[in-house]
């Protein structure tokens, strides 16, 4: 009888032990899902006059941009012009003035009739504007003349982050951002591919933007498109 509730004794302690080991186990567990889920990627990048600090708790970024403006076109086209930029510019009627014309270093575009013409620092409508009034003086009668931007490469968007080839390149119409990351030379082997940070300053101030940069490419989410000097940051993913 002894030896009984001996044994019984040491059933006892070794069954009311294994609990107290699984407990012990499952808190190491839960305090590790809750550290990884508390993980957040805080990164600072300076290039040039830019700078953009990214925060991520997220492998996938939603997918509706609510934060982004619906009309980044009309911003494109509101943007002031500098040298290097490309200017499509059409006159009603009038096929051998119509056409793309570069802006010179010294910010000027030569157009038929009128000569040089300075458009550094003009929204592409103010350019139009300026044409018209000039062919109006003794060229044209009521002349129509449009234009809008083609090539913005004053005006840069940055690539930083896991990319193979980070760096700043030449803003174009309509730029999205898988194709920002593209001219990056695609993502690197770390890259947080859903997790895309686009930081934005607009007239409400600077904004961080999430996109799902893979999705998009599946077509599994809408396209998101860039505006002169935004910052793509791509971060490494959270092991």
Same mark, same amino acid.
């Given at each position: 009888?002894?030896r009984?509730?001996?044994?019984v004794? *040491?059933?006892r302690?070794?069954?009311?032990s294994?609990?107290d080991?699984?407990?012990?186990?499952?808190?190491?567990?839960?305090?590790?899902r809750?550290?990884?889920r508390?993980?957040?990627?805080?990164v600072a990048?300076?290039?040039?006059?830019a700078?953009v600090? %990214?925060?991520?708790?997220s492998?996938?970024?939603?997918?509706t941009?609510a934060?982004?403006?619906? #009309?980044?076109? %009309?911003?494109v086209?509101?943007?002031? /012009?500098?040298p290097g930029?490309? $200017?499509?510019v059409r006159?009603? #009627?009038e096929?051998?003035?119509?056409?793309?014309?570069?802006?010179?270093?010294? !910010?000027?575009?030569d157009?038929p $009739?009128?000569?040089?013409?300075?458009?550094?620092?003009l929204?592409?409508?103010?350019?139009?504007?300026?044409?018209r009034q *000039?062919?109006?003086?003794?060229?044209?009668?009521?002349?129509?003349?449009?234009?809008q931007?083609k090539? $913005?490469?004053?005006k840069? @968007?940055? @690539? /930083? !982050?896991?990319? *193979?080839?980070?760096?700043?390149?030449p803003f174009?119409?309509?730029?999205?951002?898988?194709?920002?990351v593209?001219?990056a030379?695609g993502f690197?082997?770390l890259?947080? *591919?859903?997790?895309?940070i686009?930081?934005r300053?607009?007239?409400?101030?600077?904004?961080r933007?999430?996109?799902?940069?893979?999705?998009?490419?599946?077509?599994l989410?809408?396209?998101f @498109?860039?505006?002169?000097?935004?910052?793509v940051?791509?971060?490494?993913?959270v092991l």
């Amino acid at each position: 009888m002894y030896r009984f509730d001996r044994s019984v004794s *040491k059933c006892r302690t070794a069954s009311s032990s294994k609990p107290d080991n699984q407990d012990r186990v499952q808190n190491i567990f839960d305090r590790v899902r809750t550290a990884r889920r508390g993980v957040c990627i805080a990164v600072a990048v300076v290039a040039g006059v830019a700078a953009v600090t %990214a925060t991520a708790c997220s492998s996938i970024a939603p997918t509706t941009y609510a934060d982004a403006p619906a #009309d980044v076109r %009309a911003a494109v086209q509101s943007a002031a /012009l500098g040298p290097g930029d490309e $200017l499509e510019v059409r006159v009603y #009627d009038e096929t051998g003035m119509s056409g793309n014309y570069l802006v010179s270093p010294s !910010g000027q575009i030569d157009f038929p $009739l009128v000569g040089t013409v300075t458009v550094e620092g003009l929204a592409a409508s103010q350019v139009a504007a300026s044409l018209r009034q *000039k062919l109006a003086q003794g060229y044209l009668r009521n002349p129509s003349v449009t234009a809008q931007v083609k090539t $913005l490469n004053s005006k840069k @968007v940055f @690539v /930083l !982050g896991e990319v *193979k080839a980070p760096g700043r390149f030449p803003f174009t119409d309509q730029m999205s951002v898988v194709e920002a990351v593209t001219l990056a030379g695609g993502f690197g082997s770390l890259a947080e *591919k859903n997790f895309a940070i686009v930081t934005r300053n607009d007239v409400s101030g600077q904004r961080r933007i999430p996109v799902p940069v893979e999705k998009i490419m599946q077509g599994l989410a809408a396209n998101f @498109v860039l505006q002169p000097g935004d910052i793509v940051y791509i971060p490494e993913t959270v092991l």
